[in-house]
C-alpha cells in the first residue's frame, strides 16, 4: 500500500493544471481549469487566443512555479487586493498587474523568457521578489518602486516607465535598461549599484540631493532623446 501511494505522489508531480479557454475568470474558480479542480500544482495559463484576464481575488499559495504565457498566449494576471505566494513565476507572454493593495511574494526569482516583451503595472501593490529576464524585455509601468535585485542576461532588457522610486538598487547583467520614464532617488536607502549598459530613452534620473547618493560604476548613458536628463544638486 504505501508503494501505491508513493507512486501517486510520483506521477502527480508531473501533472500540468491548465488553464481551460482564453475566457477571463478567477484563479479560484475550477470550472476555469482543465479538469474542473483548483491547482496547487504546476499551474499553466497558456492558453492560445485573444487577451484574457486571471484575477486572484482571495489568498493563494501554490506550492510549485506558475508558469504564465507561451507562444499565441495573452494573459493577464491580475492580483486585485489579494496575496499570491509562489515558489517562481516564469513568464514567456502576456502581463501582470498589481492593483488595490495586492501582494505577489516569490520565493526565488521572476523569470522573463519571451520573444517579445511583457509587462508589469504595479499601480497600487507590492513584489516581493528578485528579477531574472532572460530573453525579450521586461517593461515596467505605473509607480513601481525599485526595491529588488534585478539580472538582465545578454540581449534582454528591462523598460522604465512613469515614476519609479528607488528604495533599493541592485541591477546587473549583460543586457541593459531603458529609462523611458523617471528613476528618483529620493527614497535610496542603501547604494545604487547599476553594474549594466542603461539607455536614457527620453527619461532622467532625479533626486533633490545627490549627496550621500552612491552611485556604482559602469554606466553608460547613451541619450536617447535631447529630454534625457540626470538632475540633481551636491
Request: charge should be negative; glycine fraction near 12%.
Given at each position: 500500500?504505501n508503494g501505491?501511494?508513493l507512486l501517486v505522489?510520483?506521477?502527480g ?7 481551460m479557454s ?8 475550477g470550472g476555469?481549469?482543465?479538469?474542473g479542480?483548483i ?6 495559463i497558456d492558453t492560445?487566443g485573444p487577451?484574457?484576464t486571471v484575477a486572484v481575488?482571495k489568498?493563494?499559495?501554490?506550492t510549485?512555479p506558475?508558469?504564465l ?6 494573459p493577464i ?7 499570491l ?6 513568464i514567456?507572454s502576456?502581463s501582470l498587474?498589481i492593483i488595490?493593495g495586492?501582494i505577489l511574494?516569490?520565493d ?6 519571451t520573444?517579445t ?5 504595479l499601480s497600487s501593490?507590492t513584489?516581493n ?12 509601468t505605473g509607480p513601481?518602486?525599485i526595491?529588488?535585485?534585478?539580472v ?16 533599493n ?5 549583460q543586457?541593459?535598461i ?7 532617488l529620493?527614497?535610496?536607502?542603501s547604494?545604487?549599484?547599476l553594474?549594466?549598459?542603461m539607455?536614457?530613452m ?5 533626486s533633490?540631493?545627490?549627496?550621500n547618493?552612491?552611485l556604482s ?9 535631447s529630454s534625457s536628463t540626470?538632475?540633481?544638486s551636491a
Open positions: 500500500m501505491s501511494v505522489l510520483i506521477v508531480s508531473f501533472v500540468t493544471a491548465q488553464w482564453p475566457i477571463s475568470g478567477v484563479f479560484g474558480d476555469s481549469w482543465v479538469g479542480l491547482p496547487l500544482v504546476n499551474p499553466t492560445i487577451p484574457f481575488d489568498l493563494t499559495t501554490l510549485s506558475l508558469k504565457g507561451g507562444i499565441g498566449s495573452n494576471l491580475l492580483i486585485d487586493g489579494s496575496t505566494n509562489v515558489p517562481a513565476l516564469v514567456a502576456g498587474r488595490n495586492g511574494n516569490v526565488e526569482d521572476i523569470i522573463v523568457n520573444t516583451s511583457v509587462s508589469l503595472d501593490g513584489v521578489s528578485n528579477f531574472k529576464v532572460l530573453a525579450g524585455s521586461l517593461r515596467l513601481t518602486p526595491q529588488n535585485k534585478m538582465i542576461l545578454q540581449d534582454a532588457a528591462m523598460i522604465f516607465e512613469g515614476n519609479h522610486p528607488v528604495i538598487c541592485n541591477i546587473s547583467g543586457g541593459h531603458q529609462i523611458v520614464g523617471n528613476l528618483s529620493d527614497q535610496l536607502e547604494e545604487c549599484n553594474d549594466i549598459d539607455d536614457l527620453g527619461g532622467s534620473i532625479t533633490e540631493s545627490l549627496e547618493k552612491s560604476s559602469r554606466l553608460m548613458f547613451i541619450a536617447g532623446a540626470i538632475r540633481g
